[in-house]
């Protein structure tokens, strides 16, 4: 059995509020402060009080099963129960979107891969609305979705994007599996599976196949003031947004401008542009329905190939055998992929050949600390 992860994921990344906190005035400063250290907090917490999830009572039946709470802008979790499967629908147009969009991503895993909830073992999807006050951001902590009403400015309602949803809940899925780290090129690693997985979830609930979409994560998210269009875009990262006050989009799509950073844990939600866009070029080029042919070399990667300090080659290499394994060596699907992978840096060759264990590089993040805040990474 595998050490499950812990952290505190949030679709807003810090280096985000950082520059909001940093470059406006007033309203918008505290709430990003107030975020940055509610996130903090969360962590903290949930760091001391996590208990292992095999603990709990294993259900066998394909059976979905969801809570949502009221937090009544605390700061206490889980909050007032409010919606349930049993309970009819809620008033509150966020409740009726965290449990609308629980249950999206629990079809998604069930009737896509069979997977019974994010466990695989039934586990109850709990849900917290109205946290704190003016919180931005939506996440996993470990055990629960939170969500933030946003400040109205900068940020709506968490609560309305599916795709940010299955992004969170797919947190919980690596959390269950590969049990990725959450730091450097492991750590954008995760939040690119997410981000994967959570642009999948929106395509199956929506019916939308992979050449209708424009591939944004998190669309609803950004208010009336902010320029920009998402949080991220993986057809063209480092395209999602350029604004005064949020600053502009930092993600590379290519290996050859990876930053090296010591904020976001590393750049976390930074680099996972990198894979983003593999996997977009991918989907397109194959073209048909996401998850029916990247989701499931990706399912099976995420489930059975990955170990807990994947970084990028692991993950390149493992989805090429794995598209051979599934739709033949050397055939059109595993030859896209490869393709894919090497438009963006990462050349993976195709042979015809059993699988080889992973093998692990030394890391490369031992030195951060060292290095400027931000470093772009010379072309190889």
């Known amino acids: 059995m595998r050490n499950i992860?812990?952290?505190?994921?949030?679709?807003?990344?810090?280096?985000?509020?950082?520059?909001?906190?940093?470059?406006?005035?007033?309203?918008?400063?505290?709430?990003?402060?107030?975020?940055?250290?509610?996130?903090?907090?969360?962590?903290?917490?949930?760091?001391?009080?996590?208990?292992?999830?095999?603990?709990?009572?294993?259900?066998?039946?394909?059976?979905?099963?969801?809570?949502?709470?009221?937090?009544?802008?605390?700061?206490?979790?889980?909050?007032?129960?409010?919606?349930?499967?049993?309970?009819?629908?809620?008033?509150?147009?966020?409740?009726?979107?965290?449990?609308?969009?629980?249950?999206?991503?629990?079809?998604?895993?069930?009737?896509?891969?069979?997977?019974?909830?994010?466990?695989?073992?039934?586990?109850?999807?709990?849900?917290?609305?109205?946290?704190?006050?003016?919180?931005?951001?939506?996440?996993?902590?470990?055990?629960?979705?939170?969500?933030?009403?946003?400040?109205?400015?900068?940020?709506?309602?968490?609560?309305?994007?599916?795709?940010?949803?299955?992004?969170?809940?797919?947190?919980?899925?690596?959390?269950?599996?590969?049990?990725?780290?959450?730091?450097?090129?492991?750590?954008?690693?995760?939040?690119?599976?997410?981000?994967?997985?959570?642009?999948?979830?929106?395509?199956?609930?929506?019916?939308?196949?992979?050449?209708e979409s424009d591939w944004p994560i998190g669309a609803e998210l950004l208010g009336p003031s902010v320029h920009g269009k998402a949080v991220r875009s993986m057809a063209a990262p480092g395209t999602a947004y350029d604004d005064p006050v949020l600053g502009r989009d930092p993600q590379p799509a290519h290996m050859r401008d990876y930053v090296e950073t010591d904020d976001d844990n590393g750049g976390v939600h930074i680099n996972s542009g990198i894979p983003n866009h593999a996997f977009y070029r991918a989907a397109i080029a194959i073209g048909g329905n996401s998850w029916e042919v990247l989701g499931r070399i990706w399912y099976a990667t995420l489930t059975d190939r990955l170990k807990p300090d994947a970084d990028f080659n692991d993950l390149a290499r493992a989805t090429v055998d794995i598209a051979g394994e599934f739709y033949g060596n050397g055939g059109g699907v595993q030859r896209i992929i490869a393709e894919s992978w090497s438009s963006d840096g990462l050349n993976v060759p195709v042979y015809n050949a059993p699988h080889i264990p992973i093998q692990r590089r030394a890391a490369r993040h031992a030195a951060l600390h060292a290095l400027p805040k931000w470093r772009r990474r010379p072309a190889r």
Not at 20 to 40: C, D, F, K, W, Y
């Open 5 to 211: 992860q812990h952290f505190v994921c949030g679709v807003i990344p810090p280096h985000i509020l950082d520059r909001v906190a940093q470059h406006s005035e007033n309203e918008a400063q505290e709430h990003a402060r107030s975020t940055l250290e509610q996130m903090r907090e969360l962590a903290r917490t949930r760091a001391q009080s996590f208990v292992r999830a095999e603990s709990a009572p294993k259900q066998t039946a394909l059976k979905k099963r969801r809570n949502v709470y009221d937090a009544q802008h605390q700061h206490r979790l889980p909050g007032k129960l409010v919606m349930t499967d049993h309970r009819p629908r809620s008033s509150d147009v966020e409740v009726d979107e965290a449990y609308d969009g629980s249950g999206a991503t629990f079809d998604f895993y069930a009737k896509v891969f069979g997977r019974n909830s994010i466990d695989d073992h039934g586990i109850r999807l709990d849900s917290s609305v109205h946290y704190g006050q003016r919180f931005d951001n939506a996440m996993w902590d470990g055990r629960q979705m939170v969500y933030g009403d946003g400040d109205g400015r900068l940020f709506r309602r968490f609560t309305a994007s599916v795709d940010v949803i299955g992004h969170e809940l797919t947190h919980g899925v690596t959390q269950y599996t590969a049990s990725l780290r959450y730091t450097g090129e492991t750590g954008a690693l995760n939040e690119h599976i997410s981000d994967a997985f959570g642009m999948m979830v929106k395509h199956f609930t929506l019916g939308q196949s992979a050449k």
